[in-house]
């Protein structure tokens, strides 16, 4: 097997084990919302994404520098859920509170990118 063909089956790998989490938690949901919640709210990304960074790159450098920037990017991208706090006053307007969150997402995006510039 070439180094292509390997790099490939990894790629493919991490898409399998995110989706599988992803679907897994989705499914979850309909039955029991709030584990699903607290699984999906768990670092599991983070976790397997840390661990596929130093295997590919063997870098802990850019992996530390990576966890440091997930650790800012945490707190401000709970911005996407404010709007749902306020659910009752946007008469439930799930795509409404939806996209609010978005814009708020991207509001989340510069304040991240003003703090960790200052790591």
């Known amino acids: 097997m070439n180094l292509n063909s390997k790099k490939n089956m990894f790629f493919i790998l991490k898409i399998l084990l995110a989706a599988v989490v992803i679907a897994f938690a989705s499914w979850l949901s309909g039955k029991y919302p709030k584990l699903a919640g607290f699984i999906i709210a768990l670092p599991l990304a983070t976790i397997i994404a840390l661990v596929f960074s130093y295997i590919e790159h063997k870098n802990?450098?850019?992996t530390i520098t990576f966890a440091k920037s997930v650790l800012v990017a945490v707190p401000v991208s709970y911005f996407f859920f404010i709007p749902f706090f306020f659910a009752k006053s946007l008469n439930n307007n799930f795509w409404l509170i939806y996209l609010l969150g978005l814009l708020?997402?991207?509001?989340?995006f510069f304040v991240h990118k003003f703090i960790v510039s200052l790591l």
Not at 104 to 108: N, V
């Open 60 to 62: 802990p450098e850019n």
């Open 104 to 108: 708020l997402l991207i509001i989340a």
